[in-house]
Each structure stands twice: as C-alpha cells, then as structure tokens.
C-alpha cells in the first residue's frame, strides 16, 4: 500500500473538490475527432440502403464550448414482435476496440439479423472521453458506474433513456470494453487520488475475458463466446491465485459478480444474456486490429447464442 504522493493531481488521503477536478481537466488532451471516426461512420450507415440500419440521435453532450451528439444505429424495419440486442461500446472512452469492434459489427454484420431481432448499436457512449483517450468523463465521473442507483453522468442517463421504451424485449446485451497499460500507470492512480485514498497495486489481465452477472448466470452464454473468440486471439489465464482482477473464475477467461449493484452499463437493460467483454491491446501477442476483431467476434457469438436458446 502506498500513501506517497502517486498523482501529479491532490493531495494524498484527500478527496477531490472542484479545483482538483479542474487540474485534472487541465491535464487531457484532445487527441483523435469523435466527429471523424464515430459520427461520420455512422452517418454513412443511415445512407447505404444495403445495411437496413437508421442512425438515431438519442442525446446532445455539452462540455465547455464542445457539442457531441450521442449517435445509434439501429435496425430499419424494427418489429416490436421481435427481441432486441444492444451492442455498446466507448462507455470508457479511452478503450479503443470496445469503440470500433461495435462499428465494424454496425457496419459488416448487424443487417443479417434482420427478421430475426431488432439489433442496437451504440458504438461510442462518453465521446469527450474518447477525444482524449480518458476513461472518465469531463467532471472525473467514471460512466460505467452510474447506470444503477446513482446517476451522476449524463452519459449514462442518455442511455438509459434510449433503451428505456425497449424494456421487457432486451434478449441480449453485451458491452465492449478493454484494458490497457494506462489502467496501471494513469487511471488507477488518478481514481485512488480523486477518492482520497491508498494506491493498492495491480496488474493488467494478458489476454480477452468476460465479466459475466452473477445475479443472472449464464455460463454457458460466456463460455459460448470465450471459445468463438479464442479462434480469434487468445485468452486471459488467471492469476497464481486463481483469479482475474480479484474473482475467481467462474470457468476459463470468465469472472462474474453483480453488475447491477455494481452500477455498470451490462446491468441497463435486465436481459436475458448479458456480458461485459474485456481485450488488453498492449500485450505482446496481439495488435489492435486482433482486439477489434475480437470484439467482432464476441458481438456475433453473443446474438447468435442468444437466438438459438431464446426459448
């Protein structure tokens, strides 16, 4: 345990008020256009016929003098007879496959589900974050830990109210995430700063894993899509203790516990088949195209399991 001063932002053992989180704003740096690489490639969606996919604009973000508008795809000829999948994506911003794995699926797969479940796909849920590659929002508000009791980003509100006319007919719900080596070396320092408390360490996960609901197990749902995605990179063996990031595996590359009470967005929708996929992009055995394809893969296992055990 270290009580040093670990974070260029506070003062140890003090939480964050408002000039901290000001320090803390001061110190991200706009790197990539929400604009260029999530807007424009959904746009482009809602404009070939061939994909069968409306473009929804389900919120407006407003931070400092920036604008970003909370964009969906979604299917065309929505069948309210039919079930839904949610696909999400960029709920942390800085996790890069998470964003374009679900705009890869938009684009090159989702249209062959049509007829067979309405599918919804929002492929960048905290665009600031993705501008500067943050995991949290422009006030140091982690999105992936307000979609239950507490709701202080308007991240997750916006999508809370997106799927809320939807309840009852989520079949599926699986969220994109990965970890890389800043978790280590830049959020978790800044979290154990914002909160006031010791830097406990940690280690990143080598290899694609699944967090599962405890609450609503599905391990066979999960080991379903660990197997699709093992063909694809390889995956996260656990710890000497036997665990990936503290729990216990529930089976191979798959921990579990309860996302709702948690507060993260695989508890938003109360579906039947619900997981949170995680990809470290920095190991040395795969590359960021490997990681999107992952996700790719864990998105198609994910539906497609769900389709055939919907009964």
Known sequence: MSTAHFYPVGTPGVPWGDAERQAWRDRQVRSRSYQDDVVARIERLGERSGDRLDVVRYGLITYGDQQFPLLAARTR???????????????????????MGAL?????????????MNVLVAPCISPWAYERIS????????????????????????????????????????????????????????LASRDGKALEPETVPDGFYLVGDSETTRLDFQIAIIEAVAQVTHIAPPDAQGHIIGFPLSAPGVIEFPVKTAGLCASVTGARFTTTTEVYPDSPRTNAAECEAAQVAAVRAALDFSLAHRT
């Not at 000829?77 to 964003?99: K, N």
């Not at 890869?104 to 067979?116: K, L």
């Not at 799927?163 to 320092?189: K, N």
């Open 77 to 99: 000829d929505w069948q309210p007879d039919l079930p839904v999948a949610l696909v999400t994506g960029g709920v942390h911003g800085y996790e890069t496959s998470g964003v």
């Open 135 to 190: 995991r949290w929002n422009y006030h140091a508000i982690d999105p992936n830990r307000n979609f239950g009791a507490r709701r202080e980003a308007e991240e997750s509100s916006a999508l809370i109210a997106l799927v809320t006319p939807h309840l009852g007919r989520f079949l599926v719900h699986i969220d994109l995430h990965e970890t890389t080596d800043t978790d280590i070396t830049e959020f978790r320092p800044a």
């Open 104 to 116: 890869r699926f938009a684009e090159q797969h989702a249209s062959a589900y049509a007829g067979q």
